[in-house]
């Protein structure tokens, strides 16, 4: 083994541990803060494994009114995205050539335009068109499901249409021709050929248009009106301050996801062995019971019970008695920050008039930014507990990227222990965007 | 007239300015073995899926038994295609595939059933119903294919190149094969290729195409023995040309001047020429024969060996020539040899030269 190609394969190692941690770690992170009983998604400090996250999430009405809107949207977008983009695709592939790709631009132009812009148009559209009709057409034309299936069909039709186009490209039109050859009619040779051919994509178009309906904001936002889907719910929750019920949310949709990738796997590896004539051959397959245990049935089953056993167990968790403690000790703490703040008053009398200026200084924690100490606010050091300080503590930043990274720096700037009349401006007081987000390299006063 | 006839009446079929087919005419008999044989893009297919009801003639009729078949669907007519790359339907077993034409009549599974299987057994394929398509061999699927057409219960079968995918040894095997199914079941056979080993031993008559125009339609031995244009002599099988002018014709002997001295042919369909007139003289390579005796002197080039046979390539007035003998036996021919030929002018064929 030459030098070179040793180092270039630890470079590549540490370029693929890099690219995993880029795209697992925050998932793992939040995954973490699920669990953790700090009324703020964080994990560290750790404070007790609780599973009370996922009883907050399911009694938050607004969310789990917003998730059965949701699918009640998403059944009705399948159903009339998935016919209406076979229609376009099936149209596409037998148009003349020269009309295609005039007829291709037109179908995909929705997919092209902003989904803001098609939410206010589908609005105004159907509410003109509603108006003008009067009558009944007006409740159902201003009502928020029906504007939201529409404004999503129209763009999410042609994400459908994509998918079959894609699969018809690899349809042997002769065998189409042959159908009719041997006395099928158009329909038959339509039903019994071209269909069965289509299946998978139907899967996955009607998938992947779930998935489009379900996550859909931009449009959905303005065409849901006075409804909520869950999107729309999560989304205007996150705008009023978060909590780790949607770590828990988190846990739920990777969970889902793993076991429905799991199955998949399980599925076309079958598929393969099995088409590709290794079946026949692997004692894994010929095995009865082995047949039985790799089937993706069994898989799926076995995982579903698996996650069913960790939500009865975790329904069982009873984290009450360590939070008990942690409420006790945080007291504690409390209190002898009260004394240290005693203390210091009494020996610094000159200073008086301006301790009871900062009565209510939140400890550090409180922080209303969304993203605020997630990761624990790690360094604010000497300057964090000195309540007598007329500036803002470090941690009370309203930037929404406030303390997101941690204030690393403050602890440098010696805290004004008696500040000048009129103060200088803290460092951490300040007013840009970014405000604190990446350290605070302040001026020293 | 049976119900199995075919008529192209006057034919033509022309995509925008391009002419696939050129005013084809001829009559095919029920029961016949019939090929069409031309190079590929002379439009062959054209025809064939135009036959099946694809495709509508530009000018003229198709007549199936007697009737026109003008807006007749595919789905609609007496015949039954086996496509140049065999359709069979991927996603069904072999059973399905060559029940389907029941199925898509209304034809109950279990009568279903026992018709694939009775199939089956027509093509040597018993027990084979319940595989799927892509686990059959090349030359399975060819037979279940035919199966599958047949159980149209058609009156013309339309075949397309349909051994064209496969190896040689099989090839030969099924054309074999085919021409035994085709006498067991008494349809009519209408068979396209471009190979004229298959034209020549199947056929009952061939019809050799050139750019969408039928130059010839005989038996195999008429085409190959006496072909009534250059192409036809020169697209099927092996033949020598020999350009010249026309001395004197008497009968069907013509008297010509060549490169190589003066030689007597026999006039292609018994055509007259005028004395002077432009002609070639076509000699199949086995109708050359080295004779001391002979008028045609030629000089050895190189001669080689194939198994049954052997070839002699030789010049002889600034003019390629080539001879076939049998494989075995003497020694190979030194180059620079000098040899005389000769041949038997009955079976030479002189045409005008083209273009005259
Ligand atoms: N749908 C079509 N539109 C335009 N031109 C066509 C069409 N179908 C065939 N042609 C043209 O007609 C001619 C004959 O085509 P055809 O498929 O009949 O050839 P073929 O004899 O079957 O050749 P091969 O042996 O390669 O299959 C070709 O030049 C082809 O380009
Ligand atoms: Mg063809």
């Known amino acids: 083994m030459s030098a070179p190609a040793t180092s270039g394969r630890s470079f590549a190692v540490f370029y693929s541990i890099l690219f995993f941690a880029f795209l697992f770690g925050p998932l793992l992170i939040m995954t973490v803060t699920a669990f953790n009983s700090s009324s703020f998604p964080r994990v560290t400090p750790w404070e007790c494994f609780t599973t009370e996250w996922f009883s907050v999430l399911i009694n938050n009405d607004r969310l789990m009114q917003g998730l059965v809107t949701s699918i009640f949207i998403g059944i009705g977008v399948v159903a009339i995205s998935v016919p209406v983009g076979l229609a376009g695709a099936l149209a596409l592939s037998e148009i003349n050539p020269a009309l295609r790709s005039a007829l291709y631009t037109v179908l995909i132009t929705p997919v092209l335009i902003p989904g803001v812009v098609l939410g206010i148009s589908t609005i105004v559209f159907w509410g003109n068109l509603g108006r003008s009709l009067g009558g009944g057409a007006q409740d159902l034309f201003f009502n928020g499901i029906f504007l939201t299936i529409v404004g999503q069909v129209t763009f999410i039709s042609a994400y459908a249409m994509l998918i079959f186009s894609a699969r018809l490209q690899r349809f042997d039109p002769t065998l189409t021709e042959a159908a009719l050859d041997l006395g099928a009619t158009p329909g038959q040779a339509f039903r019994r050929i071209l269909l069965p051919f289509l299946r998978p994509a139907i899967g996955s178009a009607a998938f992947l248009t779930l998935l489009a309906s379900f996550e859909n904001y931009n449009t959905t936002v303005f065409t849901i009106l006075a409804d909520n889907t869950f999107t729309t719910a999560l989304a205007s929750k996150i705008r009023y301050g978060t909590d780790p019920s949607l770590s828990a949310l988190a846990v739920i949709i990777i969970a889902v996801t793993l076991i429905g990738a799991i199955t998949h796997e399980a599925y076309t590896r079958r598929r393969e062995a099995i088409l590709g004539g290794a079946a026949a051959r692997s004692a894994l397959y010929t095995n009865p019971l082995g047949r039985i245990v790799t089937h993706p049935a069994t898989i799926f089953a076995l995982l579903v019970v698996l996650a069913g056993f960790a939500v009865w167990k975790g329904s069982q968790h009873e984290a009450a008695e360590c939070k008990m403690q942690i409420m006790d000790e945080k007291r504690a703490n409390q209190e002898r920050l009260l004394e240290e703040q005693r203390l210091r008053m009494q020996q610094q009398p000159q200073n008086a008039p301006q301790a009871p200026a900062q009565p209510g200084t939140p400890p550090a924690g409180t922080n209303p930014s969304p993203f605020g100490g997630a990761f624990g606010n790690v360094a604010p050091g000497a300057s964090a507990p000195a309540p007598a300080t007329p500036a803002p503590p470090a941690t009370t930043n309203p930037s929404p990227f406030g303390g997101a990274f941690g204030n690393v720096a403050p602890g440098a700037t010696p805290a004004p222990a008696a500040p000048q009349p009129p103060p200088q401006p803290p460092a951490d007081a300040n007013p840009s965007p970014f405000g604190g987000a990446f350290k605070n390299i302040a001026p020293a006063p | 007239m049976s119900t199995r006839d075919v008529t192209l009446d006057h034919v033509s079929i022309r995509f925008g300015q391009h002419t696939a087919v050129n005013n084809a005419l001829l009559n095919i008999a029920g029961g016949e073995f019939f090929s069409f044989l031309g190079p590929s893009g002379c439009g062959k297919t054209t025809l064939l899926r135009c036959i099946s009801g694809f495709i ?298 083209a273009g005259a």
Request: hydrophobic letters at 40%; zero cysteines.
């Open chain 2, 56 to 353: 509508e003639p530009t000018e003229g009729r198709v007549l199936i038994g007697g009737k026109d078949m003008k807006r007749v669907g595919p789905n609609k007519r007496p015949t039954a295609l086996i496509f140049q790359n065999l359709a069979l339907f991927p996603l069904m077993s072999v059973a399905d595939n060559i029940a389907f034409p029941l199925e898509v009549r209304g034809v109950g599974r279990k009568e279903r059933r026992k018709r694939a299987d009775e199939l089956l057994d027509l093509i040597a394929l018993p027990g084979v119903g319940d595989k799927k398509v892509y686990e059959l061999s090349g030359g399975q699927r060819q037979r279940v294919a035919i199966a599958r057409a047949l159980a149209v219960e058609p009156d013309i079968l339309l075949l397309d190149e349909p051994l064209s995918a496969l190896d040689l040894k099989l090839r030969q095997h099924m054309r074999t094969e085919l021409r035994a199914i085709q006498q067991r079941v008494g349809l009519t056979f209408i068979y396209i290729t471009h190979d004229q080993g298959e034209a020549l031993t199947m056929s009952d008559r061939v019809a050799v195409m050139n750019a969408g125009v039928i130059e010839q339609i005989d038996d195999p031995l008429t085409i190959y023995e006496k072909p009534r244009t250059p192409f036809v002599a020169s697209f099927v099988g092996e033949t020598n040309s020999i350009p010249g002018k026309v001395v004197s014709q008497s009968g069907f002997d013509v008297s010509l001047d060549t490169a190589l001295g003066r030689l007597v042919g026999r006039s292609a369909g018994g055509r007259q020429f005028a004395s002077g007139q432009d002609v070639v003289l076509f000699v199949r390579p086995e109708q050359l024969m080295l004779d001391p005796g002979g008028k045609i002197a030629a000089t050895v080039v190189k001669e080689e060996f194939e198994g049954s046979q052997r070839h002699l390539f030789l010049e002889a007035g600034n003019a390629a020539l080539r001879v076939s003998r049998v494989g075995g036996g003497a020694e190979l021919m030194a180059p620079g040899l000098a040899v005389k030929l000769n041949f038997d002018p009955g079976r030479s064929s002189v045409m005008p030269a």
